[in-house]
């Protein structure tokens, strides 16, 4: 029998990821953060920080697959590398490139199902069973993105199988698991492939757990612009997206025609809005300071499939116009016990004081007040450089990955996965370790090329229903690991 992540009270209660919480009050780390913002916002801000661990310090902790320390963790954690890039997949074809995000979409028995991208431009085609664009371009190459399915196993704690589910797109970058069960796969693109026989780029795709059952059908009524990531609200079937597109990013809401809250329902279109700041015309937040709020409203965008204009997206353009806000780099967005978190993973200012060019920040939007507030903003590559992805673990623990080019801390130097305490305070959960000779890739039975992969970046990070085991990718050389441990001695 099939299970799925559904945050719905009425709906597999078991699997959901807040319906517990709800019916109990909010766990206790999302109470203590939502008093942080109200704090912050009543005048008690400080600036944010890098503190010390609740899970101690970290240092290299060997692969219990191959044998190799890809990982810096902190003492008693555990993990298990799979799917490496190159490995075989279950139709005998290489796993492709570029791991990016990824959520866990189903639990059936014990084998967890996650779906994952490959932010992949162009190249061979993912051979899955659903494939939105296989027109050849001139070069012989074709939209080579698209995502993966991985089976789990949750009690042996290894890779059971990975398979092709969905083909013919371009920069999958990352997406949103769905109430239902289902993946948002958020092309990162507006490339136009119609002059040489193909499709137009830039849509979200549902991936059904079961890759036989998604259809490639592009939701072109969320419009067609550089997009990042997607998280639904369960109470209203709302879908919050955010466009990464440096100082020409908003935020954006579809409203679903369908909110049957079913596979395929949001293939039926909705309306796409854009967040507004009350009162004021087209605002840049590309600075924010912690406890910095804004009350938002919603415009619409009237054509969600407007072509782009000098690289600026059709939607961006008549946010724009209609006196939107934007952000400087909008990236991971999540959905957690009626809050909706969101990474800008480049505000603040750089060296030379230009603003949307800094090392990041953490938005909390707040659906029914329609406060937006800012959590955490980082003035440090040591604090946080850039985050990406984001996720919550069922316990209200806040995760980040990195993607600014490696960090050098008191741990030495690589991409890290950080968390943000209740405090507003980001610490060091782990740290990319990857340096690979050729000697260790042959043993491990790999295929990447030897090299210091610890610049690289670190994305996809997600949990299991139960929070036992947290799902991360290092995007090249291109593996996800599986890590499990002490999560009680912190928030997540």
Not at 272 to 285: D, M, N, P
Not at 432 to 442: S, Y
Not at 447 to 466: K, L, S
Request: include cysteine.
């Amino acid at each position: 029998m099939s299970k799925v992540f559904d945050t719905r009270l009425s709906r597999r209660g078991l699997l959901k990821g807040g319906a517990v919480a709800f019916a109990a009050g909010l766990s206790p780390v999302t109470m203590a953060l939502q008093s942080l913002a109200a704090s912050q916002s009543g005048g008690a801000a400080t600036a944010s920080r890098l503190a010390d661990s609740p899970y101690g310090p970290i240092g290299p902790v060997n692969d219990e697959v191959t044998g190799l320390p890809l990982l810096q963790l902190p003492e008693g954690f555990s993990y298990a590398t799979l799917s490496w890039v190159g490995d075989l997949m279950s139709d005998g074809n290489p796993v492709p490139e570029r791991l990016d995000g990824m959520g866990v979409v189903a639990l059936e028995d014990n084998e967890i199902i996650l779906i994952r991208n490959h932010e992949v431009g162009t190249g061979q085609l993912i051979p899955a069973s659903a494939s939105y664009n296989k027109s050849a371009r001139p070069d012989a190459t074709h939209a080579a993105g698209g995502n993966t399915t991985i089976r789990f196993s949750r009690l042996a704690k290894r890779e059971i199988s990975t398979t092709p589910s969905l083909g013919g797109t371009m920069l999958n970058c990352a997406g949103g698991v769905t109430p239902w069960g289902t993946w948002l796969s958020c092309e990162e693109t507006i490339i136009d492939m119609t002059a040489e026989g193909g499709l137009k780029h830039g849509y979200v795709f549902e991936v059904r757990a079961d890759p036989l059952q998604t259809t490639a059908v592009p939701i072109v009524d969320m419009g067609r612009y550089e997009h990042e990531a997607a998280a639904v609200d369960p109470r209203d079937s709302f879908v919050y997206l955010t466009e990464d597109n440096r100082n020409h990013s908003p935020l954006y809401r579809f409203i679903p025609r369908d909110d049957s809250q079913t596979p395929g329902a949001l293939e039926k279109g909705g309306r796409l809005q854009a967040a507004k700041i009350v009162g004021r015309g087209f605002t840049e937040l590309f600075a924010p300071v912690p406890g910095e709020t804004h009350q938002i409203e919603w415009v619409d965008i009237a054509n969600p499939d407007m072509d782009p204009v000098d690289e600026l997206s059709g939607p961006f353009l008549q946010a724009r116009d209609a006196g939107a806000l934007s952000l400087s780099r909008g990236e991971g967005i999540v959905y957690h016990e009626g809050m909706i978190y969101i990474v800008d993973t480049s505000a603040g200012t750089n060296e030379e004081g230009s603003a949307g060019y800094g090392d990041g920040a953490v938005w909390m939007l707040d659906p029914v007040s329609s406060s937006l507030r800012c959590l955490f903003a980082s003035t440090d590559p040591r604090m946080a450089n850039n985050p990406d992805n984001i996720a919550i673990s069922p316990r209200g623990g806040l995760m980040m990955c990195e993607d600014g080019g490696g960090a050098e801390d008191d741990f030495g130097f690589g991409e890290r996965i950080l968390g943000l305490t209740t405090a507003g305070e980001s610490y060091i959960f782990a740290k990319n370790n990857i340096v690979l000779t050729a000697q260790q890739i042959a043993a491990a039975g790999k295929t990447c090329d030897p090299g210091d992969y610890r610049d690289r970046e670190i994305a996809g990070v997600c949990f299991d229903p139960q929070g036992e085991i947290m799902f991360v990718n290092i995007q090249i050389p291109g593996v996800t690991f599986a890590i499990w441990g002490p999560w009680e001695r912190g928030p997540v």
